[in-house]
Each structure stands twice: as C-alpha cells, then as structure tokens.
C-alpha cells in the first residue's frame, strides 16, 4: 500500500545572534558577519512539519491534521514564539542557532512524539529566500 | 540520462463534509469535529500535478505543458470545480473526501492518462496551511 | 495629527451557494452559473480587516492587535469557519452570499465593536484572484 | 494630468522589544504580553514604499525605481537590517517600536530625500497576518 | 449607499525594452541601464483591475466577475500575452513600454468597455518587487 | 550522520522564444504555439538552488548561504538577468530554451563550482503555475 506525505505550516518569531563562545570578535564576524550582531536580529519562521504513512482506512486520515497542529504548538510554537533562541531555548546554549541546526532540534522535538511507523520532515524558512529541509532518513 | 520533473499548478473550489455514514452522530463528531458539518464547509484546493520523465531531445520538453494544463481542467476541475464531493461527485459515493483521498483519487484519474514512461505525483493544498502529496511509489 | 491604517488577516472555510429563491431555476442558472450549484460548493475565504486611527502616545498602538485579533475570531471567524453561510450564518437566510455581501456582512458586524473614533475597511478574497473591498465611508 | 503610484519592495531582518522604560514590569506585561520579552524577540519585515506623482514624458517613469532602490537600501536597510531597533537605531532609543512607530520613523527619513512633488506612502509588514499603511497626507 | 470595490487578477508573459528611438544609444543606456538591452528582456506581468461601484440589488454583484474575467482576457490577455511590447502592440509604438505606461493604456483600453457609473483602477506588477496603482480619478 | 538540504531562492527577467532553426515555420507553429512568437516573450524566472550535505560542527552551516548566494549572482543572475536567452547567452545557441533546458544549464553551470560531497538540485519557476526540478542524479 501506497503511503501519504500531510504537511502542516506554522510559525514563530524569534531573536537570534550567529557565533561561537569559543571563537574571537574578529573569527566571528569573518565567518557569521552582520548575523553576529551582539544585540541580535530576528526572524519569522516559517515552519512546515511532514508526516509521511498509511492512509487509516477508518478515518481516511493519514494523522489528524488537529493533532498534529496541537502538537506542534506544544512543543515548538510554545517553545521559541517571541523568544531569543539564544538565551531564552536551553538547545541553543551551547549550539549556534542556524537555521540547519534549528530545524535539527525541532525534528529531535517532534520524533519521539509521533509513532514510529512515520517518516517525519521537517522544512524551515529563515527568510523567504532562504530555507533548510531535514529528515533523519536522508542518508 | 537524468530525469526531470515539470509541475502544473492548477485549482477547484468545492463543498465536502467529513463524515462516515456508518458511525453514529456522536462519533462523526468526535473524530471529525467541526468538519463534520451536515451542511457543509469549503475550500479553495491548489492542486499541482508533477510529471517526471527524459527530455524529449526534439522538442525539450518533458512533456507538453499546454497538453498538461487540458488534461487536469478535463479530468480533474471540470469533474470538482464548483461541486459538493460527497454529492456530486461519484468517487467520493462512499469515500470520505479527507485531503489525502481526494489526492489519491485524483492520481487515480491521471495515471492512466499519462503515458507509464512518466512518474506522477500529486500535491494538494486544502488550505495555505494543510496539504498532502502523494505518489504511488512512495512505498 | 496623521493617521496610521493597521490590518490583521484572518481566514474562514465555507461552503455556500448563489441563487435567489424567488427567481426560477432558468435565471438562476443564467445569472449565477455554476456557482447556483444546489449541493453548494466552497472556499477558503481570506479576510483583512484595516483600522485607521492615531497612534496612542502612550502604546505606541493605534488599536492592540492582540483585541483586534481576538474580536475577528469572536465576530467573524467563530460565525463563518466551516459553515454553510446559505444555511447556517442567519445573516444570509434572506441575503445572496455573493463575496460583495458577505464583505458588508462582516463590517456590519465588525463596526459596532470598534470604538467611533476610527475607520474600518474590510478586504475579503473569495479566491486569490478575486476579491472585494468595502467601507461604509466610501461614497 | 492623472498621476500614477509606483511601488518598490524591500524587507530588512531586525529584533526589537515591546516596552515603556518608564512603567513598572508587571504594566508592560499586562500592555505589550509576550512582545515584552527582555531578551527581544524578532521579525522579517517587508517593507513597500510607494511614490505618487505624474509621469515624466521623456522617461515613461513617474521616479527612476534604481533610484528608489538604492534610496530604500542606503536609508533603511542598511541602518535597520540585522540590528536590534531598540538597542542599535537611534530613532527608537526612546520609541516603542510598534510596526506603527516604524513605519512614521521610516516615512521621516525617507520623505526629505524624495522631492516635494512626491506623495509618499509607507506599508510595513512585521508578519505576513500583521501590517501597517502609513502617509502623512492621510488626516 | 456606500460603495464596493471588486478586484479581479490576471496576467500576461511579454518581452520588452525600454529605450527612446529619438536617443543615442549612450543616453539610452545611461537612463535605461539593462533595461536597455537590443535583444529584449521579458516579466509575467500581475494584472489587477479593480471596479467601484453600488451592488446591485437583484444580483448582490457590483459587477460579473465572469463578465469582468472575460473582458480582461479579450481586451488585454489576448492582445499582450506571449508578445513583444515593442514590436507587436500598437500602443507601444512610439510609447516607452514602462510599467507606468503599460498601466495607463490598460486603463484606457478597458475604461470605455465599463458603465461610466464604476471608477476603475489598474495595478500592475513588473516583478513581486515592482508595482504601479493607476486610476484616472487619482489627481 | 544524517543530511541537510539548504534552499536558496533568487530571480532573474528574460526574454526567449521556443522554436526550432531546422523546423518549418508551420511545425513550430504547431508545437510550441504563441511561444514560437518570432519577436519573443518573457518571464520572471523564480530559482532555487538546494544544496544537501553534512552540518559543519564548527560553524553550523551545510554550506555559508552567504557564498552561494554570491555564486548564482555571479554565475547565473549575471549571466541571464535582463537578457535574451536565444540571442545573448551562448548555451541557448543551438538549444531550445524551455524551461526544461534551462533547468539543465543552470545545473551544469553550478555543479562544478560546488564542492562534490554535495548534492545540488534545480528548482526553476517559468511562471507562478509553470516549474521543473532537476538533479543529475535522479534516475
């Protein structure tokens, strides 16, 4: 039997700042540039999370599009909505907040809250030119 | 010879109601909530049909956008455009018309249309926040 | 003093039909087309609603978003989302619910709710390539 | 002569905070909620200039939109983009930075490097749901 | 009675350059830039005519969007699309085809076609960055 | 360790005429139709460029967006914006332009100025309803 991909978008407004403790002033700003501004900048995220299994017969749903929206406020609006991914997301204190890296934390968030018998994907914009897309399964 | 996929976007706005006839009131209503609305909802649906297959070396096209676009508004929007999928609409006699069968049904009606060299995938957007794809070998 | 316009977007689903009872089903059909489907058919309405106020010295706000917000999910959105507006809205038992009617609907509803010192504009997209604007200002 | 109203995008990545310094915690909480966050939060915001005025015979343009351009990226964008506007832009170092006080602090920089002939119009968008429209010419 | 404004979008793909016959190919180029380019360069052109007017009684319609739908494919989807401004529209012949005035002969060709009871307005988009408002009314 | 894809939108207005020097005039007429216009049309074409590979630990980036956004300036932006794609670029010389073919070019122009532990894919939109997606290595 075939299987489906639902999609889910969702959104958060977060503060963020680009560099490495470890790192200097100058080493930073060579490599992260006016994204290591001390003060932090921000962004919309523009979040889409993909559920990909079985079409249940009964509901004709492959998850229900309500759970998966709850859940995904739960655990991720909740979590980083009008926050400095910074300072206020304990995942980031000592991870950079790129957005590869923060789609990688939203999938460790989200995978031991749905069924295993599901393929998750997770697509994150940072702007609207510049976005990531991350599954577990993409050797 | 690599393989390139051409997508068609393409749109119909229709009545449904989510529901099975076989449940009772109180559990149609428990599963389905406010979709399942005797009197009905709606939505505006963005389908994009993608088509992957070999450059034609005569012409550079995959296949013929023009011959696309008709096959879609003949099998697909003049059969759902401006109807109600649980009346009109003979697939959906004893199918619930959720986002993920109207997509396979929609591949259903397309497949047999499009010549077997072709792969086809199915994306349906219920809304700008909800949609599913669907190919049948996403196994 | 100038004015600033804030607008808030919001959305509905809904299915709804356009006819009028006391035409015959002939001029019905010559009128209204396939949207006089009897079985109904439906869309995703997009609504923007536009404040025109001062900014309040204190705030920095012409009006909170957050109570705008809200007042849109209370008025509007908790009245239309997933209804039928022939059947279920009573604005519409006696009115066609052609998107030009449905726009003044809502600012009917709307105005009363919002204090006198401001002007309200109403944008409602029935598709993404048809839409409607009304204020009751607009002589 | 009828004039027309030409309009230029851009957009600018920023963080800010909600708050007055001169009220107690707990007023900024109860007023700006979670906008009020001390370690800010962020947006990208979109930003549309728009320009009135007659069009030049010789040229077929009302403003040259190079012009407009590198006007809209030396005077906004480079000053606001990848900052904190409460902590890096002059402007707001005793504004709340509301979209409204935004877009008025935008319209002040821009209008004296446009010649008096111009009408100009301000839309800044903080999210794509939430978006203010501003001139000084609407009393 | 107040008044409602009804939108209708389309759009037309067309070459062209922008360019004075009666300049030198040096003062061409420096008010033109790449614009300027010999060979031609192309857009989708965005097309949004907007109608104004009191919603007749009968119909709850300010006006057709199917006869407004039609008017626009014959009048300007048929004449422009798939064509060289410069070389196959007669209105360009001695007209530099900037968006401003592709705005304006738009307007005047659908202006006499509509009752002289609606306002008409023309938006036209060159690019998702570039956009001009039109309305012989706006003084 | 698993991989990230990292997308990068940008853009580019271009002039072209599908058609064939060794076809007839009525054969081209046949196959291509209104884009067979011996004067051209033209498009804003929308580009991504997705880049998959391992998340560097030390800076947290797949690849410095910074760098890639540079390099389809210079490589494609450059190269196409504001051209002709039949007269003035040199790999559209003896090969038709559709969007298809396009697609390729700009692959293979890209492919060699990225690192090989990369996987790269093309997402080309001819139009807002018209796109391909091209990676040599789907098979």
Redesign the interface.
Known sequence: M??????????F????R?Y?KDWSDEKNDL?F???N?P??????YDLIV?V?GI?DQ?????I???VLKELIKDKIEDAF????LN??VPEFKD???????I??VIYNKLRPMLDEKFDIEITLYE?????????????
């Open positions: 075939s299987r489906v991909t639902v999609s889910r978008k969702a959104h407004n977060a503060a963020h680009l490495r490599v540039g006016k994204c501004n003060s932090f900048h921000g962004h919309n993909s990909t079409i009964e509901t004709g749903f492959v229900d599009m309500k909505d009008h926050k400095n300072l206020d991870l950079n907040p790129t957005v590869e890296n789609a990688v702007t609207a030119r510049n976005y990531v897309t991350y599954s577990a399964n993409n050797l």
